[in-house]
Nanobody
């Protein structure tokens, strides 16, 4: 069973940047696609970005395309989300999770063991 620990969130002004990290353990990290997701208060969890098992393919939600960059370091069992040009509407709790195979789809996987997430707050 995989364990996930997200970090790097915080309070930032609009236009600022943050880098989120997700450390994974307990599973063969490099064999699975990984994704970042977010959940704002009162809203459903939504897809943000994903990366294939090798890192050769990435995908983004339209709302973050051109501003966020997902990457992974399989040697460190870590996936990152570099966020730039942040907007108040990016405010949410951010989570990472694995997909069930090597490739992702632009949706939230049926993963059960979510981490605690990391909170991102963007002030206007």
């Amino acid at each position: 069973q995989v364990q996930l620990v997200e970090s790097g969130g915080g309070l930032v002004q609009a236009g600022g940047s943050l880098r989120l990290s997700c450390a994974a353990s307990g599973r063969t990290f490099s064999s699975y696609a990984m994704g970042w997701f977010r959940q704002a208060p009162g809203k459903e969890r939504e897809f943000v970005a994903a990366i294939s098992w090798s890192g050769s393919s990435t995908g983004y939600a339209d709302s973050v395309k051109g501003r966020f960059t997902i990457s992974r370091d399989n040697a460190r069992n870590t996936v990152y989300l570099q966020m730039a040009s942040l907007k108040p509407e990016d405010t949410a709790d951010y989570y990472c999770a694995p997909y069930s195979g090597r490739y992702y789809y632009t949706g939230v996987p049926g993963f059960r063991n979510w981490g605690q997430g990391t909170q991102v707050t963007v002030s206007a």
